[in-house]
């Protein structure tokens, strides 16, 4: 027994408690059997803890990494089989390429698929503590900002769970999204050192390694057959060093791979500065390759134009894509004939759009394959999602800062665009204006590269994330290439992982629905409409009502922890949680807290149901009105909280560092979930999906997939307000918030208790530009025009919520009707629509 697993032990490297694959690593079979998984657990963990701690005192820390340790070593058999069967190419692979992965923690997620959770949970009382102890010592893996991070990380669940072929590609950024302070009621951003501790759960492939060129010149030599070869020279080399995190299936055996990869400066630096004598200058200067990882740009829905960003969206592109032809070309020698059938790249927004011109780069220049070739290649294997129709987040970067940086990289892009605007051209003939609006290149000052053209351009398949928003994609942006390739465009509504939004991280609801419809739902999530069976049982919504009221506990818990604000259960939880921007209207949300607050002060609180509003959310560190959002919420919610008469009836807090495991521990105990964006700009959201499966009712608009929850949920089941997509472009064109304020005294009285200072007692004048914000006739926002509607839609919430009975008859029919949200519709939806289509 002992010999076999010192076997084992003696493939894994100490160094670091990481594990340094060069070879294969094989854990015996006898040790790591499905059969006694708990005895094997227990063995690695007590392997780890004695052999690696070389002590016996212990803290969580150590416990959490022994066990982190321990669980990936129960999938590495299953990774290889997984990686061994994939490399046949039996089918066809997919890269997942985005420069975000929000993960979130990962060891509850892999007991969870690995079905190993009470094992764990077993293991533990014998080193005297419990699995929800351990698992808070995990720091999250954030790295991305938001929505799209968060959706690749669901994605890559989905993938290994449908047994899909499916490699994410990342970035292992060292410093990941900022963690979020409040102090005085301001958002200050401290450094995610997320790394500090080691990552138990990533492996460094050595034998991967690619190395991705930057700057020097193009030289170009002509052949025989009259085509030209070009090759780059004086290049800066940065080294790619790929660490691979595993993504477990749900209980399917499969193990796929995320694979971030890290830049190091290669060895072959600065001779000539070497020679002369400063060594130490020349090493010290390594420093900078290694830079283009280190930190995750904190942006969402809006770009950052520096010259790094870029650097490390090639960097990506190039080492993934590199990656692929090296695996290709390892099976099928460089005969590329079938690349397209058995490889897909789908792009996560344009910030890997640049792979479209380094795949013609890497074919043309380093396969000698002839531009016809490549191209049809790049076309047939390149699939665009495009997540949002804000001006601001649409990326262009400046042709000379590309040229210096990527140069090949331009004069590809430009031949590109040359015989892509000849096309254009030729389906409209004479219209000159055509080809400036749908050039890749924006002339006109400085030259810009219109990064979703070229995606555009290059792909086969061009999608939105909702239906709202691929069909303002094909009317309103991209309608002029919607008119050239109408095939290429089509919709796949954005999904969430059932098994981390709701079988992980609402352990009783999960067993109340198991009690019921037993766990083949959480495969198969449209199964939960069987709980529509259950309403006419009293027992059971009696036992719904519960799960959510215990919920609600913990997340007062929760509250207390983070914000030092007392909730009460009994209360009504509405919550709103998600990157502060003006278009998701927080303030809209804190508004109508000042609204009820007044109520209460003028003793109008006949009917008036308790709620505890709680808002979260992280402002990029350059958007100035969004924090001074935050600021407002916080000093709202400091008035709120402080007078003894308004406590009865409503209390707010504002949530520090929200990210997936705060979500985690929020959309469980959430009674109504604000998803109040202005209509036509959200172009999904996933949290409104979150949310809904854990039993929230909704209040919201008529924008993103709010309008097909709205659909599967039904009217009745949904508090819906406001304008929808084209009034808003209606009422844009006379828009007179003033007036609108004016006519309204609810909204007056609320204008006038922020206009005197109310909330800013010892900071005078510091909402002015939001208070200018509101009743700027050009707010795109258009806070004015739903505050009146949006008020009584609050109402009827109110109304509602006083009926127990019916709210959880809603709750319950909104969890039923919320299966057509999991990711794994969505990615069945890729996969034989996109990736897979014949
Ligand atoms: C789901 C999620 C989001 C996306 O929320 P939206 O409401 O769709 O904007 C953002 N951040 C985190 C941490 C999430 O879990």
Same mark, same amino acid.
Request: net charge negative.
């Given at each position: 027994m002992t010999t076999a697993k010192d076997n084992a032990s003696a493939n894994i490297s100490k160094t670091n408690s990481k594990v340094e694959v060069t070879a294969e690593i094989l854990i015996d079979e006898q040790d790591c059997s499905h059969e006694e998984p708990c005895d094997s657990l227990k063995a690695l963990l007590a392997r780890h803890m004695r052999y690696e701690l070389c002590r016996d005192d212990h803290d969580k820390h150590e416990l959490f990494n022994a066990l982190a340790q321990s669980v990936k070593e129960q999938m590495l058999d299953d990774w290889r089989q997984t990686r061994l069967k994939d490399n046949q190419y039996q089918q066809k692979q997919v890269a997942y390429l985005?420069?975000?992965?929000?993960?979130?923690?990962a060891l509850g997620n892999a007991l969870l698929s690995l079905d190993i959770t009470e094992d764990a949970q077993q293991v533990l009382t014998e080193y005297a503590t419990n699995l929800e102890h351990i698992e808070q010592v995990e720091h999250d893996a954030g790295l991305g900002n938001g929505g799209l991070g968060r959706l690749a990380a669901c994605f890559l669940d989905s993938c290994a769970s449908l047994d899909l072929p499916v490699t994410g590609y990342g970035i292992r950024y060292q410093y990941g999204m900022f963690v979020q302070k409040i102090i005085d009621g301001y958002q200050v951003e401290r450094p995610d050192r997320w790394l500090r501790n080691g990552n138990p759960w990533e492996v460094r492939i050595s034998n991967h390694i690619v190395s991705v060129p930057f700057y020097g010149h193009t030289e170009t030599h002509s052949f025989k057959q009259g085509h030209r070869h070009h090759v780059l020279v004086n290049t800066q080399k940065v080294l790619a060093i790929p660490y691979d995190m595993p993504i477990p299936g749900y209980k399917n055996n499969r193990i796929n791979t995320l694979r971030l990869w890290k830049a190091e400066a290669n060895d072959d630096f600065d001779l000539a500065e070497f020679n002369e004598g400063d060594y130490a200058e020349a090493v010290a200067t390594k420093n900078l390759a290694e830079?283009? *990882?280190?930190?995750?740009?904190?942006n969402d829905a809006s770009v950052n134009g520096k010259e790094l960003r870029l650097k490390q969206q090639y960097f990506l592109s190039s080492a993934s894509l590199q990656d692929l032809l090296i695996r290709y070309v390892n099976k099928f020698?460089?005969?590329?004939?079938?690349f397209s059938e058995l490889n897909v790249m789908q792009l996560?927004? *344009?910030?890997?759009?640049i792979a479209v011109p380094e795949l013609m780069r890497l074919l043309l220049d380093q396969y000698g394959l002839s531009w016809d070739a490549a191209w049809a290649i790049t076309n047939q294997s390149m699939a665009y999602t495009n997540h949002t129709l804000l001006p601001e987040a649409l990326e262009r970067w400046s042709v000379p800062m590309m040229k210096n940086m990527l140069p090949r990289i331009v004069e590809i892009i430009f031949e590109i665009n040359a015989r892509y605007l000849e096309l254009v051209a030729h389906h409209w003939p004479g219209d000159i204006q055509k080809l400036t609006e749908m050039s890749i290149i924006e002339e006109g000052g400085e030259q810009q590269v219109r990064m979703a053209y070229l995606a555009i351009v290059a792909s086969f398949s061009v999608n939105g994330v909702a239906g709202l928003h691929t069909q303002l994609l094909k009317e309103g942006l991209f309608n002029n290439f919607y008119q050239l390739w109408p095939n290429k465009f089509n919709n796949k509504t954005n999904g969430v992982t059932p098994r981390r939004w709701l079988a992980f991280c609402n352990p009783k609801l999960s067993s109340l629905i198991c009690s019921r419809l037993g766990n083949d739902w959480i495969k198969?999530?449209?199964?939960?409409?069987?709980l529509n069976d259950c309403i006419s049982d009293k027992a059971f919504v009696k036992e719904w009502a519960l799960v959510k009221f215990e919920n609600k506990q913990s997340l007062t818990q929760f509250v207390r922890q983070q914000c030092g604000v007392e909730f009460d259960p009994k209360m009504m939880f509405d919550v709103q949680v998600k990157r502060i921007h003006e278009y998701k209207r927080q303030l809209m949300n804190i508004l109508h807290v000042i609204h009820l607050y007044r109520r209460i002060l003028n003793g109008d609180t006949q009917d008036m149901v308790p709620r505890c509003v709680l808002i979260g959310g992280k402002a990029a560190p350059g958007y100035a009105m969004a924090k001074q959002i935050i600021k407002l919420a916080n000093n709202v919610a400091h008035m709120v909280n402080s007078d003894p008469l308004v406590t009865p009836y409503l209390r707010m807090a504002f949530i520090p560092n929200y990210n997936v495991s705060a979500m985690e521990e929020i959309c469980p105990g959430t009674d109504l979930s604000e998803q109040i964006s202005?209509?036509?700009?959200?172009?999904?959201?996933t949290g409104n999906m979150k949310f809904m499966m854990n039993g929230a009712l909704t209040i919201g608009t008529l924008d993103g997939a709010n309008i097909e929850m709205l659909e599967e949920v039904g009217h009745e089941n949904f508090f819906l307000f406001g304008l929808n997509a084209s009034q808003v472009t209606q009422a844009r064109m006379d828009y007179q918030p003033q007036h609108i304020i004016d006519h309204s005294p609810a909204f007056q009285g609320v204008m006038n208790m922020l206009e005197s200072g109310h909330f800013n007692l010892v900071e005078p004048g510091i909402f002015d530009s939001i208070i200018a914000s509101i009743i700027d006739p050009n707010d795109q926002w258009m806070t004015a025009a739903d505050f009146d509607s949006y008020c009584q839609a609050q109402a009827l919430v109110a109304k509602t919520y006083l009926d127990q009975d019916s709210w959880q008859e809603m709750s319950i029919k909104n969890t039923a009707a919320s299966g057509r949200f999991s990711s794994d519709n969505t990615i069945a939806g890729y996969r034989d629509e996109i990736w897979m289509k014949k």
């Amino acid at each position: 027994m002992t010999t076999a697993k010192d076997n084992a032990s003696a493939n894994i490297s100490k160094t670091n408690s990481k594990v340094e694959v060069t070879a294969e690593i094989l854990i015996d079979e006898q040790d790591c059997s499905h059969e006694e998984p708990c005895d094997s657990l227990k063995a690695l963990l007590a392997r780890h803890m004695r052999y690696e701690l070389c002590r016996d005192d212990h803290d969580k820390h150590e416990l959490f990494n022994a066990l982190a340790q321990s669980v990936k070593e129960q999938m590495l058999d299953d990774w290889r089989q997984t990686r061994l069967k994939d490399n046949q190419y039996q089918q066809k692979q997919v890269a997942y390429l985005s420069l975000e992965f929000l993960m979130g923690r990962a060891l509850g997620n892999a007991l969870l698929s690995l079905d190993i959770t009470e094992d764990a949970q077993q293991v533990l009382t014998e080193y005297a503590t419990n699995l929800e102890h351990i698992e808070q010592v995990e720091h999250d893996a954030g790295l991305g900002n938001g929505g799209l991070g968060r959706l690749a990380a669901c994605f890559l669940d989905s993938c290994a769970s449908l047994d899909l072929p499916v490699t994410g590609y990342g970035i292992r950024y060292q410093y990941g999204m900022f963690v979020q302070k409040i102090i005085d009621g301001y958002q200050v951003e401290r450094p995610d050192r997320w790394l500090r501790n080691g990552n138990p759960w990533e492996v460094r492939i050595s034998n991967h390694i690619v190395s991705v060129p930057f700057y020097g010149h193009t030289e170009t030599h002509s052949f025989k057959q009259g085509h030209r070869h070009h090759v780059l020279v004086n290049t800066q080399k940065v080294l790619a060093i790929p660490y691979d995190m595993p993504i477990p299936g749900y209980k399917n055996n499969r193990i796929n791979t995320l694979r971030l990869w890290k830049a190091e400066a290669n060895d072959d630096f600065d001779l000539a500065e070497f020679n002369e004598g400063d060594y130490a200058e020349a090493v010290a200067t390594k420093n900078l390759a290694e830079q283009i *990882t280190m930190v995750l740009y904190p942006n969402d829905a809006s770009v950052n134009g520096k010259e790094l960003r870029l650097k490390q969206q090639y960097f990506l592109s190039s080492a993934s894509l590199q990656d692929l032809l090296i695996r290709y070309v390892n099976k099928f020698g460089e005969d590329f004939s079938h690349f397209s059938e058995l490889n897909v790249m789908q792009l996560n927004d *344009t910030h890997p759009s640049i792979a479209v011109p380094e795949l013609m780069r890497l074919l043309l220049d380093q396969y000698g394959l002839s531009w016809d070739a490549a191209w049809a290649i790049t076309n047939q294997s390149m699939a665009y999602t495009n997540h949002t129709l804000l001006p601001e987040a649409l990326e262009r970067w400046s042709v000379p800062m590309m040229k210096n940086m990527l140069p090949r990289i331009v004069e590809i892009i430009f031949e590109i665009n040359a015989r892509y605007l000849e096309l254009v051209a030729h389906h409209w003939p004479g219209d000159i204006q055509k080809l400036t609006e749908m050039s890749i290149i924006e002339e006109g000052g400085e030259q810009q590269v219109r990064m979703a053209y070229l995606a555009i351009v290059a792909s086969f398949s061009v999608n939105g994330v909702a239906g709202l928003h691929t069909q303002l994609l094909k009317e309103g942006l991209f309608n002029n290439f919607y008119q050239l390739w109408p095939n290429k465009f089509n919709n796949k509504t954005n999904g969430v992982t059932p098994r981390r939004w709701l079988a992980f991280c609402n352990p009783k609801l999960s067993s109340l629905i198991c009690s019921r419809l037993g766990n083949d739902w959480i495969k198969d999530l449209s199964r939960l409409k069987g709980l529509n069976d259950c309403i006419s049982d009293k027992a059971f919504v009696k036992e719904w009502a519960l799960v959510k009221f215990e919920n609600k506990q913990s997340l007062t818990q929760f509250v207390r922890q983070q914000c030092g604000v007392e909730f009460d259960p009994k209360m009504m939880f509405d919550v709103q949680v998600k990157r502060i921007h003006e278009y998701k209207r927080q303030l809209m949300n804190i508004l109508h807290v000042i609204h009820l607050y007044r109520r209460i002060l003028n003793g109008d609180t006949q009917d008036m149901v308790p709620r505890c509003v709680l808002i979260g959310g992280k402002a990029a560190p350059g958007y100035a009105m969004a924090k001074q959002i935050i600021k407002l919420a916080n000093n709202v919610a400091h008035m709120v909280n402080s007078d003894p008469l308004v406590t009865p009836y409503l209390r707010m807090a504002f949530i520090p560092n929200y990210n997936v495991s705060a979500m985690e521990e929020i959309c469980p105990g959430t009674d109504l979930s604000e998803q109040i964006s202005t209509a036509g700009k959200e172009a999904s959201g996933t949290g409104n999906m979150k949310f809904m499966m854990n039993g929230a009712l909704t209040i919201g608009t008529l924008d993103g997939a709010n309008i097909e929850m709205l659909e599967e949920v039904g009217h009745e089941n949904f508090f819906l307000f406001g304008l929808n997509a084209s009034q808003v472009t209606q009422a844009r064109m006379d828009y007179q918030p003033q007036h609108i304020i004016d006519h309204s005294p609810a909204f007056q009285g609320v204008m006038n208790m922020l206009e005197s200072g109310h909330f800013n007692l010892v900071e005078p004048g510091i909402f002015d530009s939001i208070i200018a914000s509101i009743i700027d006739p050009n707010d795109q926002w258009m806070t004015a025009a739903d505050f009146d509607s949006y008020c009584q839609a609050q109402a009827l919430v109110a109304k509602t919520y006083l009926d127990q009975d019916s709210w959880q008859e809603m709750s319950i029919k909104n969890t039923a009707a919320s299966g057509r949200f999991s990711s794994d519709n969505t990615i069945a939806g890729y996969r034989d629509e996109i990736w897979m289509k014949k």
